[in-house]
Structure formats: structure tokens, C-alpha cells
């Protein structure tokens, strides 16, 4: 079981659900001034803000909200100016880690981040120490009740698509940076809706975590990663059984 992909579904769960709420729609928000100010604020000519504003829609944040970042991004109005920074390091049980965040003042936020991987016993490394065991690759999910599958793979690999495949009562695509919204817009044009669609870190191979204090260490790091205001993104490079995922999360505070 790719433990990593179901940890991520279960926090996207729960951000959408509980408390989490607010700081979810701070985090779409500032992702879509970063888009804006990196590519523009028009979403025909800007892939990345193009998706961004649409997941911001799809999880209920306000288009007066969506039209304020877009102009803090393009500097139309005054706002905090945000960068994009890539942390990398490891958690317990020798697990790499990625960490994608966006901070109007990175030395604050190293510092911080390097805090939380100690704290939760792993450690923060130097540029280029971990990133080398993922791979950058566009990842869209259909729902599998929407989609025939054997469509879907052929109009997947129409638009050249690296891959085609079930995963957790989704049906995921994956393909090179570049040609993720190209095979977004023909899976638009065949009908096919698109669940979501972004650039993600996939790791080349995977830890396979046994020890259950390794296993609680880590989803603790993560967790704490995850909940800080600066970080978009956390990918991670293990797995687990089921039933050590199910025991790793009862036993952290807050699941």
C-alpha cells in the first residue's frame, strides 16, 4: 500500500472538513497570488494560475477572494509578496522528504521548518540531498464513477500521457510537467470531468516503514509540516500496511 498517497487523501479530507477550513483557503489564496505573480493574472495564458483559481472555486473560496490575490500576485494592489522555496530532509525511519512552501520572509520560515523536523525527530538537509528520489510530474484524478476507464486511457494517451491508472476509487493520470494541461484540456473535451490537477513530487522508490513508533514519528512530522501557515505542499517517499496506517494515525493527537 503506497502510504504516502493515502496520507495525503486523508489531510485533504480533513482540511476541507473540520477547523482546517481557514487555513486551507489561506493556503489555495496564496498559491494563486504566487501563479499570479510568477506567469500573470490571466488564467488563459497561465496554466498553473488557471488551476489554482478552480481548485480555490471547487473548494468554496470566494471569487471577491480569488480576484484580490490574482492582483496582490500581479502587483495591481499592495500585499505581502510571496516566494517559492523547495526544503528538503529526512523523517524518522530514513523517510525523505519534500516540503513546498510559499513565505514572504525565508529565513523565518527555515527556521521554522527546520524546528518542526528536529522536533519531531528527523532533520532538515541542504539543497539537492533528497529531490534526486522524486521525480516532477503532473497527477490528475478522475472519479472512477464518471469515466470508463478504457476511454479515459485513450484519450489519456492521445494527449501523451506518461501513464494511466486505478488508484483508491480515483483514476489517476500521470505525465511530464509540461504536458499536464494539455492532457487536462482534451480529457475536457472528451467530457471527461477532472477531479483535480496538479505538479507533484513522486518518489523513484519507497521506504517501507515496519516500526509503529517510526510510523507515529513520522505522521506527527508531517502532520505539524502540513499545518504550517507557509507550507503548500509535503511529499514523502514510504509505505506501510493498512493496519499500521490505521494505528500510526489513531495514536496522533488530532485525527
Not at 494511466?164 to 484540456?185: A, N, T, Y
Request: hydrophobic share 45%; net charge negative; charged share 25%.
Amino acid at each position: 500500500m503506497a502510504g504516502h498517497s493515502h496520507w495525503a487523501k486523508v489531510r485533504h479530507q480533513k482540511g476541507v472538513t473540520d477547523a482546517r477550513k481557514g487555513k486551507l483557503f489561506s493556503k489555495l489564496v496564496r498559491e494563486i497570488a504566487l501563479a499570479a505573480k510568477l506567469g500573470g493574472g490571466d488564467t488563459g495564458f497561465n496554466p498553473r494560475l488557471r488551476r489554482a483559481v478552480e481548485t480555490a472555486k471547487a473548494d468554496g473560496v470566494s471569487s471577491e477572494s480569488i480576484t484580490r490575490a490574482i492582483q496582490r500576485g500581479t502587483g495591481e494592489v499592495a500585499g505581502v509578496a510571496y516566494e517559492e522555496i523547495l526544503y528538503e530532509g529526512y523523517a524518522p525511519g530514513g523517510v525523505a522528504v519534500l516540503v513546498e512552501a510559499a513565505t514572504d520572509n525565508r529565513n523565518r520560515t527555515a527556521a521554522e521548518i527546520r524546528s518542526l523536523f528536529a522536533r519531531h525527530g528527523g532533520n532538515l538537509a541542504g539543497a539537492g540531498s533528497v529531490s534526486w528520489l522524486f521525480l516532477r510530474k503532473g497527477v490528475i484524478h478522475v472519479d472512477a464513477d464518471k469515466a470508463s476507464f478504457d476511454h479515459l486511457f485513450e484519450v489519456a494517451l492521445e494527449a501523451l500521457a506518461d501513464d494511466v491508472q486505478p488508484s483508491e476509487g480515483s483514476i489517476e493520470i500521470l505525465s511530464s510537467p509540461d504536458r499536464l494541461e494539455g492532457v487536462v484540456k482534451s480529457l475536457e473535451a472528451a467530457d471527461i470531468p477532472v477531479e483535480s490537477a496538479a505538479l507533484a513530487y513522486l518518489p523513484q522508490n519507497v521506504v517501507s516503514l515496519k516500526d509503529e513508533e517510526s510510523a507515529r514519528s513520522l505522521l506527527r512530522l508531517l502532520d505539524a509540516l502540513e499545518e504550517h501557515d507557509d507550507v503548500q505542499h509535503v511529499f514523502a517517499n514510504f509505505e506501510m500496511a493498512p493496519e499500521m496506517m490505521a494505528q500510526a494515525e489513531a495514536a496522533v493527537p488530532g485525527r
